[in-house]
Structure formats: structure tokens, C-alpha cells
């Protein structure tokens, strides 16, 4: 009984070190010079449409909505100590510093990244994949490169656009309806946000998501047993371990910024 | 360059996965110019031969030489090189969805070439004509037939003009017409083309009608081998049950079990 709960123990760190390994050598291999420069380039352009700009909708909806909530629970909790003139600044002190990077990366890994994982997937499962390797074209080029650079490029700008909407979405319900001073909302937010505190650290923690989720994505896509019920694990896989991924870096780099 | 018959010598090559033997120690030859069939039942393994051609599995000892050069101790480099004179029609097509019928042909040639859009345009249309579906270059991936697709894939996978193409199973789940439009492909294009046919099937009659020569695999070995005509007259139970697809022989019908009756009446539990 014991050797077999210690064989699987050995068994389940083995698999997990050679996943590991295959996952990094597939980044290594999507990174690596491939001297194909602007070849990728459509296909980089491509990538930032599917990625970028149509996960943009759930972006706009989520960081209005969620601005909003902010702007009233803040408000609740402000008025009653008679400091609802520093709503602007409670609104943009959470978007910018956590709920911007880590609600997009959330969003970002459900919608983006989950449809490249089975997108991957389903060209591993009708052999698109094999098809180009005998075509002697490095999937890691082709596939695997240009959606990573998309990944990457499209999650920070993404967290950009909805802490800026949170924030317009904080005014309206701040300002707008519930009747904070609109000089105090802007001038008191405007002095308590630091660039490098605030709005940088926002920056390396989304761009550090982005790496992580679009990592995770294309491996697990990669990695899937070419089956319907291959991809379907990988797709869930993808959600589950990148939103675990970014709620424990999330803490990590926290404690690492701001403590 | 190497321009002895064969242009692919396979010797003593052994593979296996996760523990169980594939192929033991078997040797072939696919001379230049004909069509050369391997058949065997479904499931011993005839893509992995085709895998193994392609340098996209490394044997576990043997040699595979193409066209001069050992596929399995080549750097990846010099791997592509040779991928380049090779072509494969995969069971399912793998057409790329994305992109339409003419792109698909065309993206092998933009990829592997210089040559002007004109030029491109030109030998993708003259690749669709062999194939008959020049009429279909703009169409969707999604809007083809099963057949359809496999000979727009076949269109694709002459379009560099290889030296060798394989066939993974292309006459699986086709209905008559497209399944006869397909034989005539292979052999014409062969033919006309001067290529190099491996055709991996287990559609007995399709594939003797076209092969120049065979190859039987069972049991993780080479069964049986010659031109059709030799086949047709082998004595061996083994190759007989296979040829005229009897359902019980030396591959039986049943899969191993315990006795029936005693699994039936005395079975405790």
C-alpha cells in the first residue's frame, strides 16, 4: 500500500518535471531567432486582432461594471466618515494596482485563453501540426510564436483600457449619480497616484500575467492528447491553473511592491 | 546527391512505444519511381512507418536512408532540408482552415520560395487542374467534401514538387467515386510527375490495383512481399485471411479470453 501511494507520488513528479521541461521548451522554441523576421509579422498582426481586440468587448463591459460597484460600495463606506471627496482616489488605487491586472488576466485566460489552448488543440488533433513540420515549418514559428507575442503585447494594453473605464465608470456613479464634487474626485485622485508606485507596478504585473496565461494557453494546447476529450481537459486545465497562477503571483508580487 | 534506385533503404529498424514493440528488426525498400504499397491490419502501427520516413519519430535502432542521407541521425536543420523533397497526404487532409483552397496550396510555395505572386498563382492553379478542382480555389476548407479535401491536400502536397509522397490511408471513408478518382490520382500523378509513391492501406483491392509493389506488416514484422500478382497467389494462412478479409484465421476472431463456458456457468463472484 505504501510503495504503491509513493510510486504515484514519484510518478506524479515525474510527469509534472517532464511537462515542465516540455513547457519550457516549447517557449524557448517559439522565442528562439528563427531568422524569419518579417514573415511573422501578418501573422503577429493577425494574432492581435483574435487575442487583443475582440477580447476587448468583455474588457470594456467588465471594467465599466466593476468601476462602478467600486465607485458605490466606496462611497457607502466614505460618506459615513465624510470622506466620499477621496473616491477618485479609493476607485483608482484598486483599479490600477489590483483589480486592472488581475481582472483582465482573469478575463483574459477565460476568453483568450482558453480558445487559443483548443484552437491548438484541435490543429494537434487533425494533424495541421504534423502537417507543417512535414512541410519543414517549425510549428513553434508559425503557430506558437506570433499568438505568444500577441498574448503578450494585447494583456497589458487590455488592463490599461479597464482600469481607464473602471475609472470612467467610478465617476459616473461617484460624480454623476451620486454627487461627489467632480474637482475633488479628478484633483484628489491626480495627487495620490504615483507613477512608479502605482501605474508601473500595475504594468509589470499584467505584462507578468500575460507571459504566464499566453505560456500556459499554447502549452497545454500543444501538450493535448489529440482527442475531444483531450482538448476539453486542456481547455479546462488552461483556465484553472493560469487563474491559480495569477491570484498566487498576484500575492507574490504584492508583497514584493508594496510591503 | 544519391541516385541509387531506392530512395528509401530501411534496415534493421526496431521501434517501440511505451513499452510495446512496434516493429522488430525489419528491412524494406522503396524504389525510385513506382508505386510501393505496406498494408497490414488497422492498428499495427502503418502511420508510424510513414512518421518514421518523415524523421518525426527517431527509431529505437536501424537505419532509415532517403535519398542518400540516414533520416534518424539528422541535425534538425538538415531534417527540414529533407522534408522539403518529401510529400504526405494525411488521413484526415490537415488542411489549414483558416485559409482558403488556393492558399493552402499556395503557402508551402510562399513559405519554401522566391518566386513572384504571378508565378505562384500559376502553378497553383496548374496543381488544382491535376486534381480537378481548379473550379474550388476559392472556396473554404469547410465547404469541401471528404473527398475533396483529400485531393485538394494531394494538390498541397505536390506543390513544391517532392521526389517522394506518401500516402497515410487515402482511401479511408471514401465513398466509390472519390475513392476511384483518388487510385487514378496516385497512379497518374506518379506516372506523370516522376515521383515516388508510399502508399500506407489496408484496402486490399485499391491498393493492388496500383502498386508495382508490396508489402504486408503483421505481428511487428514484414509478412509477406512482392508485386500484386505475387500476392494473389500466396499460400500463407496468415496473408490470405488478410487478403480476402476473413474474420477468423491466425488473426482470431475473438480477443483473448477465458473459457466461455466457464466464464458463463461456473463464474463466482
Redo the contacts between chains.
Sequence with gaps: MLSKSVGGLGRHGLSFVAGAGRAGLLLFGALKPAGRGLKLLPLLVKQLYVVGVQSLVIILVSGLFIGMVLSLQGYTLLVDYGAEQSLGQMVALSLLRELGPVVSALLFAGRAGSALTAEIGLMKATEQLSSLEMMAIDPLHQIVAPRFWAGVISLPLLATIFSAVGILGGHLVGVEWLGVDTGAFWAIMQSSVQWSEDIVNGGIKSLVFAVVVTWIALHKGYDAEPTSEGISRATTATVVQSSLAILGLDFVMTALMFS | MDQSNNIIEVSNLSFSRNDRVIYDNISLTVPRGKVTAIMGPSGIGKTTLL?LF?G?LRPDSGNIIFDGQDIPTLSRKAL??A??K???L???G????EMSVFDNIA??LR??TKLSPSIIRKVVLMKLEAVGLRGAANLSPTELSGGMARRVALARSIALDPELIMYDEPFAGQDPISMGVIVRLIRDLNDALNLTSVVVSHDVEEVLSIADYVYIIANKTIIAQGSPAHLRQEQSAQVRQFMAGEPDGPVPFHYPAADYQEELFNHVK
Design positions: 512518421r518523415g518525426q527540414y532540408q522534408r522539403r518529401m510529400g504526405v494525411f488521413q484526415s490537415a488542411l489549414f482552415t503557402f508551402p513559405e519554401h
